[in-house]
């Protein structure tokens, strides 16, 4: 999961370096090498040179990496519609409500971390 996590964040924010990475993903830049390393042997992620900074690595997906991630897409879409489908709207209520109430704690979380309060 970590590893889909990090393609994920690539897709989303592609040009990213390890440190990026790691802060988007709450780890520390040893966890992000160790991932992209096997990301890079599958050929599912790609490493460039910054143009601006030859210190500084940055990834990208690979044409493997973003076919993956749209099968793993379609699948996931595919599930989430059959289960949705067995819900009454009512479940479907309260489960959003209680979503919503989930992503503002994990909003404040993410806040204190980006902020060390």
Known sequence: MPQLRLMYLVWLHGGQSAGEIAER???????????TARLL????????????DRR???????PDGDRLLGQISVAA???????MSRLSDDVIA???ES???????????????ETGV
């Not at 993903?25 to 991932?35: D, E, N």
């Not at 979503?99 to 971390?113: D, I, M, P, Y």
């Open 77 to 83: 879409d595919a599930y989430m519609e059959a289960v």
């Open 56 to 62: 500084l690595k940055r990834f990208w997906l690979t």
């Open 99 to 113: 979503l919503g109430a989930f992503n503002e704690a994990a909003e404040a979380v993410q806040r204190e971390a």
């Open 25 to 35: 993903m709450i780890v520390s830049p040893a966890t992000v090498t160790g991932l």
């Open 94 to 96: 309260r489960l959003a």
């Open 41 to 52: 042997k599958q050929g599912l992620v790609r490493r460039e040179e910054d143009s601006d």
